[in-house]
Structures are given as structure tokens and as C-alpha cells.
């Protein structure tokens, strides 16, 4: 038999070759990538030079592009738009250190993105060393750049700081958002906390992007039993660097005293419940329609577990009223269709 003549140790010594030749091949992708980024800065940089010295002009460009293309005929990327970036990228990164070490490990359409979508370079380098902290592909990078992330991400009120120890605490703080953006969802005004609870579930991947990296989900509605009487958690989850449980509970109204209570209660419980020896505490997001501040701090002031409260964001549904006011989906296709009859007979 085949099987008998494998020798002690083969099936190790292949998967780490495996292991070996996948991650060969990763870092020999980034490299081509670095590389490919490294040309392009290049580029743009000489652009620039003889632009200064000489004074080139957008028809200079055009020429180079064509030129350029003419000699390199299966090299994509070298039309008149992108040398344009490629001049962009050059300004926008006035030394190659960065290029080599933060913005060259991204690729170059969302490099693009970077340079035209944000102009301060302190706030470009945070979103490049974001997106290759959390692999984001570049839809979900400008998602993240119109929604602000900066100025959300660690800006939820919370305890952290007297619940939890000092390493543990701070990583806590910057994992919470305020506000939290759910504009995947469209829910009425008068939606009820099942109807939200419900879009998230259905959108799951939209929310788990917007809670970040970290957080794997363990169940909705999740229950447990304390002294003979149910409970059932909004949304629980697990957090893998953190270590510990994160319970989220949702209000669709303006955050109260009374809740913060609650989510104490809950993280007391699983604690007791389901906390291993080796996991941290469980942490409390509290997501409220609105919330006032200074109640928020005064809620938490001797709450003892640890407990985030942030409001979200979501889009509402139009009104009845306004609704009858818009074409139907089958009145819009009639008229698509009577536009192209019109102009087939052009």
C-alpha cells in the first residue's frame, strides 16, 4: 500500500511546506504591488520635475501616455488619467519612505481613493494604516472615509477606565464607535427595536464591517436562565483580541438611566454563565436612537462592569404620504421601455 511507504514525519513536514509556499506567495504578491506603487510615484514624480523646470502642459501628458503605451502595449495603468494620479500620488507623497513603508502595501486604486478623496496627509496615512489593519477592500475604505471613522471610532462614552485594567481598557475604548453608521438599513420612523434588531441580522456582513474587526458572533436573542426566570440578550458576541464576551443591546429610543441597569445585569450574568477562566470581563454596547451626555456619564459613574453607550445612524424609510408622489418600479420601467422604443426608431 501507497500509505505504508509515508515515512514518520511527512504529513508535518508537508504542511509546513504548505504553510511555507502560501506565504511566499502572499509576500511575493505585496512585493510586485510595492513595487508597481513605487514605479507609479516614480512617474509622477518626474512629471512633476519637468513640469516645474519646464513647464509642462495636460498635452505633454497626453503625448507621454500614448507613447508609453505604444512601447508597453500590455502593461495596463499608463493612460492620460492615471499619469495624472501617478503626478497626484508624487505631490500628495513628497517623500518615497512612505511610499515604500505604509501606502505602497495597498493597491493603487485605493490609492487613488486616498489622494482624491482626503487632502490633509496626516488623516490619509491614518485611513492607509486602517485599511491594512483590517483588510478593506476599497469600497468599504471610502465607506469608511464619507462616514468619518476617525471621529467616531473611540469617541463612545463609557467606564472603561475604572472597570477595566489599563492595557485592556484603552483597546477596549478604541474598538467602540459614537456614532455607529447602520446606513445599510432603511427602517420607518416608528420602527420598534425587533424591527432594527431584525435589519442587522439580515445585513449581518454590513455589521459586522461596522463593528470592526474582532467581534465574532455568537447568537441573537441569546438566552439565559438566572434563578428560574429567562432572559435573552439583544445580540451577544465573542471578541477575539479582546478575549471576552460583548454583550449589545439595542433601544430604538433616547437613552435612560434604567438601561444602563440592565446591561450591568446581563454582564453580571455572563460572567457567571458563560465566562471561561482564561476570558476577560464582558464588555456592554448600548446603541440608543439619541442620548444626553451628561445623564450618560451620571448612569455610569458606579456602574461597575464595563459599559460602552453610543447613539446610530440608519435611513429612514420615505412617508406614506410622500410615496404615492413617486413612480411605481413597474411605471419606471414603462417609461425606460418607451425610451428605447423611441430611440430605436432613430
Known sequence: MVADLIPAGYESLLADLKKRIKNARVHAALSVNRELIILYWQIGRSILQRQGEEG??????????NDLRREFPDMKGLSRANLFYMRAFADAYPEVSIVQQLVGLLPWGHNVTLITKIKDPSLREWYAGACIENGWSRAVMLAQIESSLHTRLGAAQNNFTHTLPAPQSELAQQILKDP?????????EHALERDLQKGLLAHLKDFMLELGVGFSFVGSEYHLEVAGDDFYLDLLFYHLKLRCFVVVELKMTEFKPEYAGKINFYLSAVDDLLRHPQDSPAIGILLCKSKKRVIVEYSLRDIHKPVGISEYNFAQSLPDDLKGSLPTIEELEKELGDLEEVGDDE
Do not use: C, M, Q
Open 56 to 65: 509642462w502642459g495636460s498635452k505633454v501628458i497626453e503625448r507621454l501616455a
Open 180 to 188: 455607529y453608521n447602520f446606513d445599510f438599513l432603511t427602517l420607518h
